[in-house]
């Protein structure tokens, strides 16, 4: 009934550049935070980035500074601009949105299915 899809992973050279989308589609009445996680290979899934419908935004300390989420509420888009990418931001990127039914009564979280960035030269 919900849906969270990811695109725009890809590969890239060290210093470049990617963008990262997620849009959330479904029974959906509201969505309060959206976010995106990551997953090292053989390391465990960690916060990178996540923002609020108040457009709030926290970060991770290791890209602080070099990534940007943003959030289109009309869309039930979520954004990360990833610049001066390094080889240890290679990972599976996982978009997570906490969000409410129509007609629910609680928020759970749902997850997408992820997308592989790899930076290497």
């Known amino acids: 009934q919900v849906q969270l899809v990811e695109s725009g992973g890809g590969l890239v050279q060290p210093g470049g550049s990617l963008r990262l989308s997620c849009a959330a589609s479904?029974?959906?009445?509201?969505?309060?935070?959206m976010g995106w996680y990551r997953q090292p290979p053989g390391k465990q899934r960690e916060l990178v980035a996540v923002t609020t419908s108040g457009g709030s935004t926290n970060y991770a300390d290791s890209v602080q500074g070099r990534f940007t989420i943003s959030r289109d509420n009309a869309k039930n888009t979520v954004y990360l601009q990833m610049n001066r990418l390094k080889s240890e931001d290679t990972a599976v990127y996982y978009c997570?949105?906490?969000?409410?039914?129509?007609?629910?009564?609680?928020?759970?979280?749902?997850w997408g299915q992820g997308t592989q960035v790899t930076v290497s030269s």
């Open positions: 997570k949105a906490r969000l409410l039914q129509l007609f629910g009564v609680s928020e759970y979280d749902y």
């Open positions: 479904g029974r959906i009445f509201s969505i309060s935070t």
